[in-house]
């Protein structure tokens, strides 16, 4: 029988190769997982700061809107109901009575928008006018925002044009001592969705547009009337 004794370096040289190959497994299978379970941890952790930061910036607005609204309740302050689709003829005749006290004015009305909002359909109007105060223009952006239809105020620009200070209008030219221009969105609650209305509701779409565009350009032959008189 043969035998064969290892010489003591081999001896040395095989427990070197020993600790290596222990240490190759622990890296990769302690180690490495170990590590990978951290990262995982850590990215959890960070998920979860984020959601809670949001969550909370979210209570904060309720708390405020809450406050808000008791604070309207308490002052007798009624809410303002939101009008069912389609409110564009009602809307078209409050906007014309608050732009009566305009020297001139343009309206030009937004596509509607039902993405933004899953509650409620938004009308996107632009008004320009012209004013022969300062204090008339201001009263036009207050009857907008004071109106019967609930609507947000998105920008207001009001140049005194006698000061020789630039308007920055987009839709149209109008006369007076001050030009004013205001971006308004107003709500409207969307039909229910039932098989029966899906086809209703393509065909008041359709009729909404040609509406608008058919009070726009009644509110435009109105405009240059005025602008003449």
Not at 40 to 67: G, H, L, P
Not at 166 to 171: A, M
Request: charged share 15%; hydrophobic share 40%.
């Amino acid at each position: 029988m043969l035998t064969y004794t290892f010489s003591r370096r081999e001896k040395a040289l095989i427990l070197v190769l020993a600790i290596i190959l222990l240490f190759l497994a622990w890296f990769v299978f302690v180690f490495q997982r170990t590590t990978d379970e951290i990262n995982k941890i850590d990215s959890d952790i960070a998920v979860v700061d984020s959601q809670t930061t949001v969550a909370s910036a979210q209570v904060k607005r309720m708390y405020a809107m809450q406050e808000a609204i008791d604070k309207y309740k308490a002052a007798g302050v009624k809410p303002t109901p939101v009008p069912a689709f389609d409110n564009m003829t009602p809307l078209m005749t409050e906007l014309n009575g608050i732009m009566g006290m305009t020297s001139s004015y343009n309206l030009s009305f937004d596509d509607l928008d039902t993405t933004t909002s899953t509650d409620y359909i938004l009308r996107g109007v632009t008004a320009a006018y012209g004013s022969n105060t300062m204090a008339d223009a201001e009263n036009v952006v207050r009857a907008l925002a004071k109106g019967s239809y609930p609507c947000s105020i998105d920008s207001v620009t009001i140049a005194d044009t006698s000061a020789g200070l630039l308007s920055r209008l987009t839709n149209g030219s109008t006369s007076g001592a001050v030009n004013s221009s205001v971006h308004a969105t107003f709500f409207e609650k969307p039909p229910k969705k039932t098989a029966a209305s899906s086809s209703a509701s393509t065909t008041s779409s359709s009729a909404s547009s040609a509406s608008a565009s058919t009070n726009t350009t009644s509110a435009s032959t109105t405009s240059s009337s005025k602008a003449a008189a």
